[in-house]
């Protein structure tokens, strides 16, 4: 199990916690506006970067889906596959929000899962440095932060 | 087959239990729980926890116990300090439930497999 590498290095030590309690495959921590902030399990780049995408969107489709049917956003997807599963929920630590992506199979189970994302969440919010307290919204340049969250993911293209 | 309800408050109602609940074998999720027993030396409601962890251990406990022929285990007991965690497996569920240390764990043995035989 190789250990997260990560945007922001606050999140390295609840991102490895929850790797190892929860026995997760792979994951991905990301901002909503889809820039990466740690990964574990993934070598490649261009997967991360369409995880991100796909989990950018989904949210924000999955937030409009509750809204119209429940009144209120769903804010945590589960998908079991015939294999593996998929979990997918937002952290919030102080104002800042986080989405995270994980997948797990046999060895694990979605209630596990859910007990050490809670405990990731309570050491998100306790370990969130002052500066990042301040919101980050999106600044409208997808492609561009979601490249620069890549290069310190796994390096600048051509150095991959 | 009885009702996962039913289970439920049979097995609340034994001497010692403090609380019983019917939970998902695969996602550790609760199907069924009663209330924790008031005076229950517990910070918070800890069920949750206890049913997704109990369900995941018991799945370890079945490998082990296959990996040495031994074939599915009957019961499980988890002996702590301040009481115990018993689990028995009904085929998609299993049944936990936690005990004080001066229960009657012959009987709490007893009603859970005969509920774990009605469930399955």
Known sequence: MSSPTVAETWVA???KRLMEDARLISGVLLYPSGRAVGQFGFSNAADVMSICALTSAINASSRELGRQ?????????????????????RAMAGAQEFLFVGV?????????????FAEFQKALEKLLPEKQ????GPSGDFEGELNRSLDALFGPIGKR | MKAVGQVVAMLSHVPGVLAAMVVGASDGLIVETSPML????VVGDSRKHTAALAAYLYSKVTR???????????FMRLEAEQGHIC????RDVVLVTIVTPDANLGRVRLDMMTAAKGES
């Open chain 1, 13 to 15: 030590g609840p991102l």
């Open chain 1, 69 to 89: 049917l429940d009144g209120k956003p769903f804010y945590e997807m589960h998908h079991a596959g015939a294999e593996r599963q998929v979990f997918m929920a």
């Open chain 1, 104 to 116: 797990f199979d046999r060895e694990s189970s979605l209630g596990v899962v859910e007990i050490y």
């Open chain 1, 133 to 136: 307290a301040k919101v980050q």
């Open chain 2, 38 to 41: 008031a005076g229950a030396a």
């Open chain 2, 64 to 74: 082990a116990s296959q990996a040495a022929r031994l074939g599915n285990p009957a």
């Open chain 2, 87 to 90: 689990v028995v497996g009904a």
